[in-house]
């Protein structure tokens, strides 16, 4: 078996989440190859060859795929991907939006968010919001899936020496162009990598409530900070701190849900943390069926209690 | 311009779906259904750019049972067009429905071809992409915002660090996520009229797609239970929890 990895990065570092597909590869079994495509990408091509369990690094380097436009990147990774078993990438924004297109270019079906691997074929992926867990069997000659970082353990970064191999193949669309880009910038650590999230949701009142509550405790904790799509859609923070099923999927060892009633959708993206608090003064409230420890109180003071205590 | 837009009928958002005892699937017998909420912002979206004259004409589609007639006309109510519903009640794949939804592009050639980002039954988040690649068409997913400029289509995307700004070529697929719009409610003369708008039935013969899918569902199971949790009153009983019984902090 043969499997190619799509590496995630902005050409200087590759993203973690990365880490994670090889892991799930590593269960397929098999040559893996990871394909950087990028421009000025030298530095995430090294990076890539060192990650254990990596054979080869393919890196395509061109303007072309500067800005992982999917027009031009799923064209390569369809023409790269013909002489693989499985081709694999994260499920971030960057690879649902890549790799579905790649399949229907090689004219096969695919995969999404896999959370388990039964076999070389065979999968294990959530519906319904994680409502459902579906075990689904390929029956294309090229598997092409996405995984789900939370449920794969990152491999480690060092302990390989693949050999870099340059690519000369580029496949430029002209279709599609990058025009501009908006980054949120955050000292804190990453939502989908953290050990620790604190989220906030309607309950919180407020944008400026949410920092002034939240921001105490994620700081005394070294946590990254999430919200629920109420909290988001409500205008407290922006759109890329949303937790569940239509935003980010998260699992940490540590999950604080505050003023967070607890919608299927919400849980959908967190309900696999390993131990979840509910503060929140609805005793009835939804997240405390899923709490490990819950709290009824009023957020406002019961937080800075929090935090003073820790 | 002309739009297309695909909806699919599923599980209402807020029902809470059982897995059927023989694990063969989700029981939705009985189980109310609705739009898929991704798609009525697409709908939302179409009609919005025709209220601003930049769509002339919007054409709803549906691939689904008979009863998915239900969506195609709330779309109508929403101020659609027309309708095209292709009937079947196999389990079909992203990759057949893309292929289907590329023969009806090809007939009517609609500049603008909105899509929900995912439907929330398999949660596949694949057609709008898919599609794309089938057409040879630039791809605007998660969009955000859309500003059509002449011939070409302006899209914010919701990506994972913030937002990222693509420009496409017409035709363009846009697929929408969740702040796009917020979506209107069908008043009752438009609910009237919509039944007297036009809905031609197909099937996917019809565009030479005869598969269901590759993918096989081996079976469907509930999630691993989490184990009942404890309230505890207090911040200190909290802290002690957190401490020495969870260990986590």
């Known amino acids: 078996m043969s499997i190619l990895v799509i590496a995630e990065h902005d050409n200087k570092t590759l993203n973690g989440a990365t880490l994670n597909v090889v892991a799930a590869a590593q269960k397929i079994g098999g040559d893996i190859t990871v394909l950087v495509a990028g421009s000025g990408a030298q530095a995430v091509a090294e990076q890539a060859a060192q990650v254990a369990g990596v054979s080869k690094v393919l890196l395509a380097d061109n303007a072309a795929y500067a800005n992982q436009l999917a027009e031009n990147v799923a064209a390569l990774v369809a023409e790269l991907g013909k002489g693989y078993s499985h081709i694999l990438a994260t499920s971030t924004t960057t690879g649902k939006n890549i790799l579905p297109r790649a399949a229907a270019l090689l004219d096969v079906s695919m995969i999404s968010d896999i959370i388990a691997v039964e076999s070389a074929k065979t999968f294990k992926r959530p519906i319904y919001a994680g409502n459902a867990i579906a075990t689904v069997q390929s029956d294309e000659a090229i598997v092409v899936a996405t995984v789900r970082g939370t449920a794969f353990d990152p491999v480690a970064t060092t302990g390989g020496s693949a050999a870099v191999e340059a690519v000369s193949d580029v496949q430029d669309a002209g279709i599609s162009k990058f025009v501009s880009e908006e980054i949120v910038k955050s000292e804190r650590p990453e939502l989908t990598a953290a050990r620790i999230v604190v989220s906030g949701g309607r309950g919180v009142g407020s944008g400026e409530n949410y920092h002034t509550v939240l921001d105490p405790l994620a700081d005394k904790l070294g946590a990254a900070q999430g919200a629920s799509r109420a909290a988001v859609d409500a205008g407290f923070v922006p759109n890329d701190m949303q937790v569940g099923q239509t935003g980010k999927i998260v699992a940490p060892d540590l999950y604080i849900a505050v003023g967070i009633s607890g919608a299927i959708q919400h849980l959908a993206g967190m309900k696999d943390s390993k131990v979840i608090v509910a503060i929140n003064k609805d005793e009835e409230a939804p997240i405390n069926a899923v709490a490990d420890y819950w709290l009824v109180g009023d957020l406002n003071t019961v937080v800075p209690e929090l935090v003073s205590k820790i | ?249």
Request: contains cysteine; neutral net charge; glycine residues 8%.
């Open chain 2, 1 to 249: 311009m002309k739009a297309l837009v695909a909806v699919k009928r599923v599980v209402d958002a807020n029902v809470k779906v059982r897995v059927k005892p023989d694990n063969s699937g989700v029981d939705l017998t009985n189980v109310k259904m609705s739009i898929n909420p991704f798609c009525e912002i697409a709908v939302e979206e179409a009609v919005r750019l025709k209220e601003k004259g930049t769509v002339s004409e919007i054409v709803v589609v549906s691939i689904g049972p008979k009863e998915a007639q239900e969506q195609i006309r709330s779309s109508m109510a929403l101020g659609a067009d027309r309708g095209i519903l292709v009937e079947t009640t196999d389990e079909i794949g992203a990759l057949e429905v893309a292929k289907i939804l590329k023969g009806i592009v090809e007939q009517e050639k609609p500049e603008l071809i909105l899509l929900g980002k995912q439907a929330i039954d398999d949660d596949s988040n694949q057609v709008g992409q898919m599609l794309g690649a089938l057409l040879g068409a630039g791809q605007g997913t998660f969009a955000s915002v859309v500003t059509v400029n002449g011939d070409k289509v302006q899209v914010t995307r919701e990506v994972d660090g913030g937002l990222q700004t693509v420009e496409l070529n017409t035709p363009a697929i846009i697929t929408t996520d969740l702040r796009l719009n917020e979506p209107r409610y069908a008043a009752l003369p438009n609910i009237m009229k919509a039944r007297k708008k036009p809905l031609d039935v197909k099937s996917p013969a019809d565009y030479g797609v005869s598969a269901t899918t590759k993918l096989k569902t081996v079976k469907v199971e509930p999630p691993a239970e989490r184990k009942a949790g404890v309230q505890v009153k207090s911040v200190d009983e909290l802290v002690e929890k957190l401490k020495n019984e969870a260990k986590v902090i």
